[in-house]
């Protein structure tokens, strides 16, 4: 049933989701490694005067085992005030969340208690396989559905890999979204330029080429993505491709713009060949077509051999693995995670061209180990992961298993499970808050992957108004 | 047409033009997006354009046909479709999508065409140009009723449809400039009133009114 009026975590402008009230809640993606449990949605107090706050406080379990959950998104959010297809009194309620492994999709209620998340739709792997996809990855809400992005067929778990569309209100799989996809074949992440008919994709591997594990072969023969592709969002066709390299291999996190009248965009690269480094490039518009610059490198640290897993051990150093980028709704701040050396790093990017970084922080990291200061006697596994950024960009949540299989290769002994939220200043300047630190048996034997905030966050919601 | 008629479409104008998913918020965020007021004024046109064209096409069968056919067989079978239709925009929660924000003027035109018919707009105007030259036959209507049933019967559609759109068109860019120039967007959080839902209600009414009167 519709609203009267439009559902209040909508905004027009990017400003005024910056000015949203703090999340309450935050919804974390828990998995099983060993399929042996169901995957679960964690629900964890983030109202800083509440006396559970920085604790599980809900638990969801699936119906199924071995989904390994991912990535997940909201039914709903700020686009659906965009004037070509408004629908505003449509509510924020539902969490669209997919298996990557079992290409099976729930759907989430969060609404009548949202400590107590309600699965009120499943779509199972069939029905999601009638878009021609498997492998369901990211979710955005778009303006005339939601969209999912899928690593793979829905055959032999090879490519081609895209988008699908589900009913906005239904959930019921809509189909293949390209109408035209020209040489695209890896897909990974999607995003979009709203106000300027633009989506942008990016490439990580067919499911055959990452589920048994990174694969050396591929990567030094560098078979994994380096390209980015623009579409036509409304006429769905490719519209240009741009290579950024072979060497730069895995280009995976999507970041444009919020400010709709801003046509530029962040993506990270994962690892150079050449050097284990990775990188930070820039997506922009010159003369009409889109230019991609590389704006931040980070350099490999060496490290031991014995300090580093079989995997690593021939490189005699620790990649910075930058595995997620998340960029303030404001524009103005990006974080990204050095999954392998175990930092994230703020960069002020007022300047797109010209990032400066403005803070970091250090937990876990394939060599350090750095544990939480609030627990100063555990070596942390795994590093900063998956990050959400709240929409008023004061506090960052960071989660630190990376994928099943791939947590496997670079921490051997375990990757843990742990989230932990790091306060911003104003002028930049991470701090980590010493309160916030589920972790462990917290999580019940679970890996946990992406945090979405509760009325939405940096990396859910798109406008169609710019601030001013 | 009687002055009760033109107020009545003057009025469904105004209410057509008021609801943002017409289209004078599309024009806003235009104007928005190029940073321009020209860009937002220059929308305007093609939008009513598109609106007239959609009211127009329905005005004029309804009146070329109201004398052709028995009118009170028109205003019950119109009657009839507007309360289904009334009933499935307020029971189907779906909507549509016809373009990207991109569009030259012909295709915001079709833009609003399309969303004008698929809100089934001149459907409303049903009950005014039906059912009220029955009601009113003595009521010295002003075209000679000699015309009814003859091609010159659809221009009188066409020219309420025409006063249905210039008061949408008032209505609309009202809205549009006041948005733009002094309130903001941000008031759409508080006001965007489910028009839809509002306006599937007034079509229900108004098809049993159509019916009410011509049977």
């Given at each position: 049933m ?20 703090a999340e ?12 042996q449990?169901?995957?679960a949605?964690?629900?964890i107090d983030?109202e800083?005067?509440?006396d ?9 379990d ?5 989904d390994?959950l ?21 509510e ?9 492994r079992?290409?099976?999709?729930y ?9 107590a998340?309600?699965i009120?739709?499943e779509?199972?792997p069939?029905?999601f396989?009638?878009?021609?996809y498997s ?10 559905g939601?969209?999912v992005?899928a690593l ?5 778990g ?5 988008i ?8 019921d799989?809509?189909?293949k979204?390209?109408?035209d996809?020209g040489?695209?074949f ?10 300027r008919d ?39 066709t ?7 390299g ?5 280009t995976?996190?999507l ?8 046509e530029y965009?962040f993506?990270?690269?994962v690892?150079s060949v050449e050097?284990l480094?990775?990188s ?9 077509e ?11 640290e ?7 897993p079989p ?5 005699g ?31 002020d ?5 010209h990032?400066?970084?403005?803070g970091?922080?250090?937990l876990g ?8 200061p609030?627990?100063?006697d555990e070596?942390l ?8 950024v ?11 298993s990376l ?7 670079f ?15 104003g002028?930049?300047?991470?701090t ?6 589920p972790?462990g ?21 798109s406008?169609?108004?710019p601030?001013? | ?8 479409l003057a ?16 024009a ?6 190029e ?11 093609p939008i009513a354009?598109?609106h ?20 009170n067989?028109?205003g ?16 189907s ?7 990207g924000?991109r ?20 459907l ?6 039906a ?6 036959a ?8 000699g015309l009814d049933?003859t091609?010159l019967?659809?221009l009188?559609?066409?020219?309420a ?14 809205c ?19 028009v839809?839902r ?7 009414g ?8 011509t049977?």
């Amino acid at each position: 049933m519709t609203r009267w009026t439009p559902d209040p975590t909508f905004y027009p402008t990017p400003r005024d989701a910056a000015g949203a009230p703090a999340e309450q809640l935050a919804y974390v993606a828990a998995f099983d490694r060993t399929a042996q449990q169901p995957d679960a949605i964690a629900v964890i107090d983030t109202e800083p005067s509440s006396d559970t706050y920085g604790r599980v406080v809900g638990w969801t379990d699936l119906p199924h085992t071995g989904d390994e959950l991912h990535h997940f998104g909201w039914n709903a959010c700020s686009s659906a005030l965009c004037p070509t297809a408004p629908h505003p009194h449509v509510e924020r309620r539902y969490l669209i969340v997919p298996g990557l492994r079992s290409s099976r999709l729930y759907v989430i209620d969060t609404k009548d208690d949202p400590r107590a998340p309600r699965i009120v739709k499943e779509i199972s792997p069939e029905e999601f396989g009638a878009s021609g996809y498997s492998r369901p990855h990211t979710i955005h809400c778009g303006p005339d559905g939601i969209y999912v992005s899928a690593l793979g067929n829905a055959t032999d778990g090879g490519g081609p890999g895209g988008i699908a569309v589900l009913d906005h209100t239904t959930f019921d799989v809509r189909g293949k979204w390209e109408a035209d996809r020209g040489d695209q074949f890896l897909a990974y992440d999607f995003w979009w330029h709203l106000t300027r008919d633009v989506l942008v994709t990016s490439e990580w591997g067919t499911p055959d080429m990452i589920e048994d594990g990174i694969d050396p072969e591929l990567l030094l023969g560098r078979k994994y993505g380096h390209r980015l592709h623009f579409w036509d969002l409304t006429k769905r066709t490719l519209v240009q491709t741009v290579d950024l390299g072979d060497q730069y291999q895995m280009t995976l996190e999507l970041r444009p713009a919020h400010d709709p009248t801003r046509e530029y965009g962040f993506v990270g690269v994962v690892v150079s060949v050449e050097d284990l480094s990775a990188s930070i490039w820039l997506w922009h518009r010159v003369n009409g077509e889109f230019a991609v610059t590389k704006v931040i490198d980070i350099a490999a640290e060496p490290a031991a051999t014995e300090d580093l897993p079989p995997a690593l051990q021939p490189f005699g150093a620790v990649p910075p693995l930058v595995t997620d980028i998340d960029l303030s709704v404001d524009d103005k701040f990006l974080y990204v995670s050095c999954w392998g050396t175990g930092e994230l790093k703020q960069y002020d990017v007022s300047d797109p061209f010209h990032p400066v970084e403005v803070g970091s922080v250090h937990l876990g990291g394939i060599v350090r180990r750095t544990p939480h200061p609030s627990f100063p006697d555990e070596r942390l596994a795994g590093g900063p992961q998956m990050v959400e950024v709240s929409r008023d960009g004061r506090r960052v949540y960071v989660t630190n298993s990376l994928y099943g299989s791939w947590d496997d290769q670079f921490y051997p002994d375990g990757v843990g499970a742990w989230l932990a939220k790091i306060d911003v200043a104003g002028t930049g300047g991470l701090t980590l808050d010493p309160r916030f630190f589920p972790h462990g048996d917290e999580f019940r034997g679970r890996r946990v992957h992406q945090t979405r905030l509760q009325g939405g966050d940096a990396s859910s919601d798109s406008y169609c108004f710019p601030s001013a | 047409m009687t002055w009760g008629q033109i107020a009545a479409l003057a009025g469904l104008g105004a209410f057509h033009g008021l609801n943002p998913a017409m289209g004078w918020l599309f024009a806003v965020a235009r104007g928005m997006q190029e940073r321009s007021r020209r860009v937002l004024l220059t929308s305007l046109p093609p939008i009513a354009l598109g609106h007239l064209a959609s009211v127009a096409i329905v005005a004029a069968i309804v009146s070329a046909t109201s004398s052709v056919v028995a009118a009170n067989i028109v205003g019950i079978a119109g009657g009839t479709v507007l309360v289904a239709f009334g009933l499935w925009r307020l029971l189907s929660e779906r909507h549509f999508r016809w373009a990207g924000m991109r569009l030259s003027n012909t295709q915001l035109t079709g833009w609003s065409f399309l969303m004008s018919s698929a809100h089934g707009a001149g459907l409303m105007l049903l009950p005014v140009l039906a059912a009220t030259p029955v009601t009113s036959a003595h009521s010295g209507h002003m075209p000679p009723a000699g015309l009814d049933g003859t091609p010159l019967a659809a221009l009188e559609g066409v020219a309420a449809a025409g006063i249905h759109t210039i008061a949408m068109f008032a209505a609309m860019a009202l809205c549009a400039v006041l948005v733009y120039e002094f309130v903001g967007v941000t008031i759409l959080r508080r006001a965007w009133f489910n028009v839809d839902r509002l306006w599937a209600a007034v079509m229900v009414g108004a098809g049993a009114l159509t019916i009410a009167l011509t049977a």
